[in-house]
């Protein structure tokens, strides 16, 4: 095989090993290889009104997001795995920071999320029931987990795709000050 040949057929074999680190790089430091902005950032969080959870869960609304304080919407789901992952953060930004969090269950079923609260706790205050997933669609979603923070006058300042990893929290925090100013 001559030496053109050679390189001909290492070329896409380096330059796929190359976007192969670039990607792992990114992930290691804690990146998320795709970030689309949101629509809604300096915007009212859109109109809806939930059903809730249960008894002890309200629903949620528009409304609830617009009563003085900031609070972070979750959109959530029992089936999703990075959901789950990131419940113990979340629990850390409400026992440990005080945050208020309220989450959008998107297309969930009261069993099965009730199954994963047993088992992992339940951070949200409010929970709202997404079963059509229209709620969803006014957020501009594009998975689960996305996470918003909302100011005091319901509007959205924030949006972090992708579970909450532990070094997302200080982050985070420091947007809801900066909010809370």
């Known amino acids: 095989m001559t030496l053109g040949r050679k390189l001909l057929v290492g070329l896409p074999a380096l330059v796929l090993l190359a976007l192969v680190a670039v990607f792992f790089v990114k992930l290691e430091k804690g990146g998320q290889p795709m970030v689309a902005p949101s629509a809604l950032i300096g915007k009212p969080a859109p109109q809806f009104e939930l059903e809730g959870y249960d008894a002890e869960h309200p629903g949620l609304s528009d409304a609830d997001l617009r009563q003085g304080g900031v609070t972070l919407v979750n959109v959530f789901a029992s ?17 440990e920071h005080g945050l208020t969090i309220h989450a959008i269950a998107w297309k969930d079923k009261p069993d099965a999320m009730a199954a994963v609260f047993a088992q992992y706790g339940n951070p ?8 059509d997933g229209r709620a ?40 809801v000050k900066k909010a809370q100013k």
């Not at 949200?124 to 079963?131: A, P, T, V």
């Not at 996305?146 to 924030?158: K, L, N, P, Q, Y």
Request: aromatic fraction near 6%.
């Open 79 to 95: 089936w999703c795995a990075p959901c789950i992952a990131e419940l113990p953060q979340l629990q850390a930004l409400a026992d």
């Open 124 to 131: 949200f205050r409010r929970i709202g029931m997404d079963n």
């Open 136 to 175: 969803v669609i006014g957020w501009g979603i594009s998975g689960v987990p996305e996470t918003f923070v909302v100011r005091g006058d319901g509007t959205v300042i924030h949006r972090h795709l992708g579970d909450i990893r532990p070094e997302h929290i200080p982050g985070l925090v420091e947007i």
